[in-house]
C-alpha cells in the first residue's frame, strides 16, 4: 500500500475524502456469451500490453531472474530448516496455519470466490465488469471506501511506472448501489474483497496488501 501520506497525497489530487484505500487487481475476465458482448457495444477485456518503456524495464531485468529465483528458494530452504528445528509449539502452530490456509482455500472454490465475478452477466457485477477496462486500461485500481461510496482511480491508459502520477477517477459506486465486503468477516489473512451489487451480484478484487487496510475498514462497519 502506498504511504498515508502519498495517499493523502493523492486524495487531495482527486479531491475525495477516502476512509480507507488500497490498490488492487481483478483475475482474467471471462468471455461473455456473443450476444452480451455485442450488447455491450464489444467493450475491451483485457488491460493494455506493457507500453515500450516497461518492455525494455522488463528485458534489461531478465538476467537478474535466476538470482531472484535463487534467492526466493533460499528463503524457502531457510524457512523449511527453522521449522525442523522449531520447539513442539512453534511446530504446532506451523501445522495449524497450514490446515486454516487448506480450509480457506477450500471455502474459496466451495463459495464460487475463484472466480473473477458471480456468472451473472445481466447483473449488476456483470455489466459493471463488462465496462472495466473501457473506463481505464490500467491492469490496476487504487479502490477508496468514502461515506458516499466506491471511488475507482487509476491512470486512463497502462503504464509501467508512475501510476499515481497519471491517476484520474475512473468510476464511482453510491453507497445505495454496491458495499464492499469481506466474504469471511475477518475470519482468514486473504487479499480477497467483494465489491457486493444491491441485486446481489459481486465482483472479487485482489489487494496489494494482505488483510489491507480496506480488510480493517469493512470489518469496523456494522454487519448489514
Same mark, same amino acid.
Given at each position: 500500500?502506498? /504511504?498515508?501520506? &502519498? ?8 479531491? +475525495?475524502? !477516502? ?6 487487481? +481483478? ?11 455485442? !450488447?455491450?457495444? $464489444?467493450?475491451?477485456?483485457? @488491460?493494455?500490453?506493457?507500453? @515500450? ?12 531472474? #535466476? ?19 522449531? /520447539? ?16 480457506? =482455500? !477450500? ?6 470466490? =475463484? &472466480?473473477?465475478? =458471480?456468472? $451473472?452477466?445481466? !447483473? $449488476? ?9 473501457? %473506463?481505464?486500461? %490500467? %491492469? ?14 487509476? #491512470? @486512463? ?8 502520477? %497519471? ?14 465486503? =469481506? @466474504? ?41
Amino acid at each position: 500500500m502506498t /504511504s498515508r501520506r &502519498k495517499q493523502r497525497l493523492i486524495t487531495d489530487r482527486l479531491g +475525495i475524502h !477516502a476512509e480507507a484505500g488500497e490498490w488492487c487487481w +481483478i483475475e482474467k475476465i471471462p468471455q461473455p456469451p456473443a450476444d452480451v458482448l455485442q !450488447a455491450a457495444g $464489444n467493450p475491451r477485456l483485457r @488491460p493494455a500490453r506493457l507500453p @515500450p518503456s516497461g518492455i525494455v524495464g522488463a528485458v534489461l531485468g531478465a538476467p537478474f531472474m #535466476p538470482l531472484l529465483m535463487l534467492l526466493s528458494l533460499l528463503s524457502d530452504a531457510e524457512e523449511a530448516v527453522k521449522r525442523s528445528l522449531g /520447539s513442539k509449539a512453534e511446530k504446532e502452530r506451523w501445522r495449524a496455519k497450514k490446515e486454516e490456509d487448506k480450509r480457506r =482455500d !477450500a471455502l474459496i472454490v466451495q463459495q464460487g470466490l =475463484d &472466480k473473477v465475478f =458471480d456468472g $451473472n452477466w445481466g !447483473a $449488476n457485477a456483470g455489466q459493471f465488469l463488462l465496462r472495466w477496462y473501457s %473506463h481505464s486500461t %490500467h %491492469h490496476q485500481r487504487l479502490l477508496l471506501a468514502t461515506q458516499e461510496g466506491i471511488v475507482l482511480a487509476a #491512470p @486512463p491508459r497502462r503504464v509501467s511506472a508512475g501510476r499515481e502520477k %497519471h491517476m484520474q477517477v475512473v468510476a464511482r459506486l453510491p453507497a445505495g448501489e454496491a458495499s464492499l465486503v =469481506d @466474504p469471511f468477516s475477518g475470519e482468514f489473512e486473504t487479499r480477497l474483497l467483494l465489491i457486493r451489487f444491491r441485486d446481489g451480484s459481486w465482483l472479487r478484487v485482489d489487494t496489494e496488501e494482505l488483510r489491507s487496510e480496506l480488510h480493517m475498514y469493512v470489518l469496523r462497519q456494522p454487519l448489514r
